[in-house]
């Protein structure tokens, strides 16, 4: 898989959307109905290489920016799909990238991007920190050529469904650290190793098929190389892969946005009432053209903080405003889209309901919109700290 730098990825477009051909709404209503894990979907988009697409050359990987990784979960979304069920890989993999030792990155990028392994777990939150990462409790402790793991993990999405995860958990008390974000480290956890010997994984049924679950660790004891990078330093080399995750998540709401407002014009200038098509009324058009106008400026926010990311600047605000901005956006169109259809919206087989479903979380996870707002308030415009 290849592209051309200097254009959008219409190559990669193309094949994403030929691709999501093959996987059209009744696909993803079944699923939906049976909270069930698309598989088939997975595989074939790992057979074609979109999940490597950050992955460097040298791993088997397409070695591309993070703009074509973009183009590929916005045309999977714009296509009526969800990638939620794979985008982790793409984001979770670049902290073994960028602070996993040689023996690891040779050990597991090339079975993450020929399909070998799944890396799509990510434990960090936990049922008592919520938002607050530096309050986790989940503990490792250091035990000869090995660690000890006891603790819970909440919200920790594919579980069930991935080979390795990544593990966020406190090597030393909170209270013994002179910053309360030391003393974090992280751990690549492969999990088919300790299935049965403390890690237990359960389901959590919610609103959306999102393959959320709880993880308890039980005394789990894995192998001291599943440390990556330094003990201790753990929050630090999460955040990278954070910003990942939030330009990428910024990119499927665009597409999710351009979905709505799609499926929202095509039916208003079908949809006959009062003898006239509804989209020439006002009250149909003006929230379309408005959901339009704020989709198109939040992806322009979404390519500023996609620009810096690849040249290695800071994007930390731009990345917390475009996962804002996309979210809303993308809230606004479904809200449209869903009054426009009246009560066809409602209607499973129109799929409106169901993205509009899915899309909702977006303005919670992965970092709600307040969090975001307190976090422009105290590092861009100098305020105090509200938390």
């Known amino acids: ?38 598989t088939e979907f997975v595989d074939t988009m ?46 979770t993999m670049g902290t073994v990238l960028r602070h996993g030792s040689d023996d690891q990155k040779e050990t597991y990028l090339p079975k993450i991007a020929s399909g070998e392994l799944r890396l799509q777990a990510f434990g960090v939150t936990e049922p008592s920190s919520g938002s607050d990462a530096t309050r986790i409790r989940t503990m490792a ?33 909170r209270e013994d650290q002179e910053k309360r974000h030391h003393g974090l480290s992280v751990f690549l956890v492969d999990m088919r190793e300790v299935a049965s010997a403390g890690l237990t994984i359960r389901p959590i049924r919610t609103m ?13 004891k894995i192998p001291a190389d599943s440390l990556i990078g330094e003990e201790g330093e753990g929050f630090r080399y999460i955040l990278d892969g954070m910003n990942a995750e939030r330009i990428l998540i910024s990119a499927e709401c665009v597409g999710d946005a351009r979905w709505f407002i799609e499926r929202a014009a095509d039916y208003a200038r079908n949809r006959e009432v009062f003898d006239r098509p509804i989209g020439q009324n006002q009250g149909i058009q003006f929230p379309m053209a408005r959901a339009y106008a704020q989709t198109e ?40 889209c869903i009054q426009t259809h009246g009560g066809y919206g409602f209607a499973e087989e129109y799929d409106v309901e169901r993205k509009f479903r899915e899309n909702r979380l977006y303005q919670v996870a992965p970092i709600s ?9 105290e590092h861009i415009l100098d305020l105090p700290r509200s938390y």
């Open 141 to 173: 402790v250091k035990d000869g050529g090995s660690y000890r793991v006891t603790g819970q993990k909440v919200w920790t999405s594919r579980a069930q469904h991935s080979d390795l995860m990544l593990l966020l958990a406190r090597t030393s008390p």
């Open 297 to 336: 400026a939040a992806a322009l926010m979404l390519e500023k903080a996609a620009d810096l990311f690849d040249t290695g600047e800071p994007c930390g605000a731009e990345a917390n405003m475009a996962k804002m901005l996309t979210s809303e956006a993308a809230g606004a169109a479904a809200e449209m």
């Open 46 to 91: 790992t057979r074609n290489g979109y999940l490597a697409v950050l992955i460097p050359e040298e791993y088997g990987g397409s070695g591309l920016g993070i703009k074509a990784a973009m183009a590929i979960l916005e045309e999977v979304h714009k296509s009526g799909g969800n990638a939620a069920a794979c985008h982790a890989q793409m984001y």
């Open 208 to 220: 959306i098929n999102h393959a959320a679950t709880e993880v308890f660790f039980d005394d789990l």
């Open 1 to 38: 898989m290849t592209a051309d730098t200097r254009d959008t990825y219409e190559d990669i477009r193309n094949g994403v959307r030929a691709l999501c051909a093959d996987f059209q709404g009744e696909y993803w209503r079944e699923l939906d109905r049976e909270r069930a894990y698309p």
């Open 369 to 377: 919109t307040n969090m975001i707002l307190a976090y422009l308030g």
